[in-house]
């Protein structure tokens, strides 16, 4: 499929786009995610690990520079223009997904590594509407963004994408990142993060499936919630393992 071209992208994924394209495989729909009663129900179907196997696809090139951190790689700025050319060549050479991770400051240094980036949830739904086949996976920062809100941006996205939107979880880890607009918890060590994140998602996956939500937890608290429409298929959940807590 035809599309914008971006700066030095060629027709062929496997010679330019791959080398700021890295692939990724997943073994599974919910990778690391909560076990027993609290597991997440997928009704999304169409992908290998449905089947057992895995799920091919592409980290998106959301931010400048891609995934070389160096000043004599060709010029790729992150634009959208770039982003859609290289999900229509991911859904032309059939793989499963797209994903955007979530950037919000840079590296710095000579070539400024990632400091212009598009935001996630925001560029899958736009890639939603001009592919027809790969799943489109965002990331948010659970540290940032309330699950309310989330679950509802994730429905919207499943809706565009007619049901196939994914959720990547992201406790947080660079400092100066949240650090930066005053969102950084020093209240929440290594371990509390992972526990903050796994109560996130579980008032989430309540909110795609209850008429309405009342929650009392450590970290979040909902009164009477409602989220409307529900998804047409429960998005892919991907959130990578935990350490094991109080591992060295």
Not at 113 to 134: D, F, G, K, N
Request: charged share 20%; net charge negative; glycine share 10%.
């Amino acid at each position: 499929m035809a599309g914008p071209d971006g700066p030095g992208l060629s027709d062929d994924p496997f010679l330019s786009a791959d080398r700021a394209c890295p692939t990724f495989i997943s073994g599974q729909r919910s990778v690391g995610a909560p076990r027993g009663p609290d597991a997440m129900t997928t009704t999304s179907t169409h992908l290998p690990s449905d089947l057992g196997g895995k799920d091919l696809g592409v980290f998106m090139p959301i931010a400048n520079g891609g995934w070389i951190i160096s000043s004599s790689t060709p010029p790729l700025d992150g634009s959208y223009a770039y982003n859609r050319k290289v999900a229509e060549l991911a859904e032309l050479h059939g793989l499963d997904f797209i994903m955007a991770m979530s950037k919000l400051r840079g590296f710095g240094g000579a070539t400024e590594h990632w400091r212009y980036s598009m935001e996630s949830q925001i560029l899958m739904a736009a890639l939603a509407a001009v592919t027809s086949r790969v799943k489109v996976w965002a990331t948010v920062h659970t540290l940032l963004q309330n699950p309310a809100v989330t679950a509802k941006m994730m429905t919207t996205l499943d809706h565009v994408s007619g049901g196939r939107a994914g959720l990547n979880v992201v406790s947080g880890s660079f400092k100066d990142e949240f650090e930066q607009m005053g969102a950084w918890r020093d209240d929440l060590g290594h371990d509390e993060r992972y526990a903050f994140a796994e109560e996130w998602v579980h008032v989430i996956k309540r909110l795609w499936s209850e008429p309405s939500v009342t929650h009392d937890g450590k970290y979040f608290q909902l009164k009477d919630c409602q989220s409307d429409p529900k998804p047409s298929a429960i998005p892919v959940l991907s959130w990578s393992a935990p350490a094991p807590r109080h591992a060295a």
